[in-house]
């Protein structure tokens, strides 16, 4: 990725591109046969990286890594290096499978409990056509089955893979076997999309996504899971904002 669109804040490397410049990028490098290793970050991601260097290195080290959190967005405007927009993983994921669909890719799906990437599979299936999965698999595995499960990912023929796992383990699961997977054109993150495909979990509705109060909605369906992640993580980032931007 050309480093002129690229920003930096808290530690954390941007690049400056709408929606459409994304999609468009990773449509060209699977037609020159190149690999796009993609990553979004939000506050909670940005909060994370500045005590954890493997995450913050497997993160700056993608290719192409978008602001999915509005409030990313708000803290680069303060911070004086504006982003274009807020690119959300699982919008992109969408208009991604959409392409993938037309331009008779393939992908696979690797992540979340079984019955919900098999609904996921399902659902693609029908909607467009069981020829656009090159295969799937769930998200719970040891440590010693990561290579093998790379490796089979490799071998499926895939052109893009979606995965659906928490964070820091997508991200430095991506990292680290970069090498296996350099024959998949698009290799990227998408930590509970494969939930809300599924219907286990609501998206929020528009008003809030674009209003910057998504994380809200998430955390009033899973208070007792999601309050420190959001509550306190979203307090330390406007913290470290605040503090980058009056040091």
Known sequence: ??????????????????????????????QTGEQLHHVVVNAGKVVAMQKDRELRHSVNECSIINADGQSVVWASRFLGKPLKERVAGIDLMASLVEMAYKNHNKIFLFGAKEEVVKNVVEKYSEIYSPDIIAGYRNGYFSPSEEQEIAQQIADSGTQMLFVAISSPIKENFLYKYRDILKNVNLIMGVGGSFDVVAGKTKRAPHWMQTSGLEWFYRFAQEPRRMWKRYLVGNSKFIYLVLKERFS
């Open 1 to 30: 990725m050309s480093t002129e669109k690229r920003i930096k804040i808290l530690n954390t490397t941007i690049d400056n591109l709408s929606m459409q410049e994304t999609l468009a990028l990773v449509q060209e490098k699977i």
